[in-house]
């Protein structure tokens, strides 16, 4: 099962040709992701790593049956990328670009809600399935197949958390990254939301940051919807207020966006909430899980 | 970026959302030319000015002389004042508050309105909600006339429909003209000639910069000029070279590949005792050249004892930011420290490549934080 893809996913890289992009597509490859097609305007008819490269996603859509959009579109271009994932009703778009302005964020996401499209990002690792799937850029060696779905804000810190699953035994069902925000269309809600309907996931694990009230969101849904266990980690304890804590939506900007704040709403709402990545292999040892 | 009133008014002016008349100061001298009364308004990008004692009225110049010499003197909070802004003083029956902005939550443009205005709006929603008025408005409906209307009756300016929808309908055209984040009058003054914007604040988004470059080169031109903030060398070289850098009191400087593992590690820094000197990440997508900004950038504060590098590489190379820190050691004399975790994409071949130079990595992240730790209480 797990949550969004699995071994029956097929990809469309965007900016698949570009350093970043073919880089990450063959690692992809490698995992055993099947990337079926390429986009890049102006390289249709090339092939790379074995993957027909076409001008635009229509041409694609002739020859592959496409499930999922992975886009590597610098934040100048994105916008347009995105209308034509969304044009092309692609079910998910994976928006890896950071640094996409808010109000064409905005556009997209409204425009992908029209269409019924949903938007991973901006500014997001992407997602994996370990053993099944992967469409992002999590280094493999922290990846292993298992029942913990993990959702994180932050890319990195999913890998720091997946690290310390893997190498104390505890696979994961899905890895997915919202995204460092301000603005997302899928939500830690959402994905809780998933990973309660998912029979391979039997914990979850999720990792927020200072900024925004989405944790309170999440914690309000894990009081009144999620069964399963859930195990928190909130990053930015030590957080100066005001302050831009690199994501564009890591900001404190009032009480209800501290570290504190989500930490005792998480708890209220039946969450464990662990200070470090090690404290939550010792609450999934504790639970059984 | 947060515009400096006088430069948000400019924007104003062009879109001819009416505004007081007035002058902008850089000297005593210019008291000369000045009429009076006026309002004299230190520039700087902070909120709350009246309160810090930051607006002066002055009813003559002998009075607005020694005013200005002092705003000109004045810090307020942290920024430095370089100009004051001399306004022609009207005549204000009631103060209103209007703002477009975006709700993150509902991923709308909204239109915020209060008949409680002049004074600070996030106070008013907490002791009031009631007295704040919000209406989302849709790209792809725009501003209904039903909107506007029950505007004009809740902020009681019924006689000033006009005038209301004109700046409301200028707001949202500076809004989306320029990508801001913020498009807000605080006050809106209701006076026997109208309705006449007494401040204004605008939030432009720094991620729309490249699509307005003369407007952005202009805006910080004149800050560099105009207000300069009291800003350390660590800071000023961060903001060149577009890295993320938060200064912050203790010994451990920290520079990670992501904000999520950076606030981590910032957290168990301090859960082990420690203190981290700052905040710096690269960002998910780090390479050769942002490493080397990076190292100057925490380096160039003098009160770091140990510098941790913490990088966990998903987008980011480790055999790419590997090569930014031999450069930099290649280039300067690190005298303090140095902790390096890494893992993550091609963490072979980075690993390879700081080995070289006598710099063995660390795998886990806690043990990591501890040997930096440790290694100021060494010092």
Known sequence: MAILIDEHTRVLIQGITGKVGSFQAKIMLEYGTSIVAGVTPGKGGTTLHGVPVYDFIEDASRNHE????????????????AIEAIDNDIKLLVLTTAGISDQETLSISNYAFTKGTRVLGPDTPGLVSPGKCKVGVHPNRVLKEGSVGVVSKSGALSYEVCKQLTENGYGQSTIIGIGGGPLWDITQRDTLEMFENDPQTKAIVLLGEVGGTMEHEAAAFIETSVSKPVI?????????????????????????????????????????????????VAYLRKLGV | MRLLEFQAKRIFSEHEIPIPKSVLITSVADVAGLAFPTILKAQATVGGRRKAGAI?????????????????????????????????????????????????VAK??????????????????????????KKYVHPSVGLPRYVLQYLATQLSVKDRMA??????????????????SLVEINPLAVTPNGLVALDAKILLDDKAAYRHPELFDQIK?????????????????????????????????LISDGAGTGMLALDLIRDV??????????????????????????????????????????????????????????????????????????????RAKLREVGIETYDDLPTAILAAVNGVEAD
């Not at chain 1, 900007?253 to 662990?274: C, F, N, P, Q, Y």
């Not at chain 2, 010499?69 to 370089?82: D, F, P, S, Y």
């Not at chain 2, 709308?108 to 008025?133: C, F, H, N, T, Y």
Request: a negative charge; one cysteine or more; charged letters at 25%.
């Open chain 2, 221 to 253: 031109e004149e800050q560099n000029r105009l207000a300069k903030s009291e800003k350390s060398r660590a800071q000023q070289l961060a903001e060149e070279y577009g890295v993320t850098y938060v200064p912050l009191e203790g010994e451990v400087a």
């Open chain 2, 56 to 104: 002066k009225v002055a009813e003559s110049a002998s009075e607005a002389t020694p005013a200005v010499e002092e705003l000109l003197n004045t810090t307020v909070k942290g920024h430095r004042v370089q100009a004051v802004l001399a306004e022609e003083q009207v005549v204000v029956e009631r103060e209103l508050y209007l703002a477009v902005l975006i709700d993150k």
């Open chain 2, 108 to 133: 709308l443009p909204m239109l915020m309105a209060s008949s409680a205005g002049g004074v600070d709006i996030e106070a008013v929603g907490r002791d009031s909600p009631e007295k704040i008025i």
């Open chain 2, 163 to 180: 005038d209301l929808t004109s700046i409301v309908e200028k707001m949202f055209a500076v809004f989306y003209g320029y990508n801001a």
């Open chain 2, 273 to 350: 005792g420690g203190r981290a000197a700052n905040f710096c990440e690269l960002g998910g997508l780090a390479g050769t050249e942002s490493m080397q900004q990076a190292l100057e950038v925490v380096l160039a504060n003098p009160k770091a004892k140990v510098l941790l590098i913490s990088l966990i590489g998903g987008l980011t190379r480790m055999d790419e930011v590997a090569e930014g820190i031999v450069n930099y050691l290649k280039e300067h004399r690190v005298t303090i420290p140095l902790t390096v975790r890494m893992c993550g994409t091609q963490e072979e071949v980075g």
């Open chain 1, 66 to 81: 496409v499930d999922v959009v992975l886009c590597f579109v610098p934040a100048r271009f994105a916008k347009d990328a």
């Open chain 1, 232 to 280: 928190s980690l909130i990053v930015g304890r030590s957080a100066p207020k005001g302050a831009q804590m690199g994501h564009a939506g890591a900001i404190i900007e009032g009480e209800r966006e501290t570290a504190g704040s989500k930490i005792d709403a998480l708890i209220k709402a039946g969450s464990h909430v662990a200070k470090n990545p090690a404290e939550i």
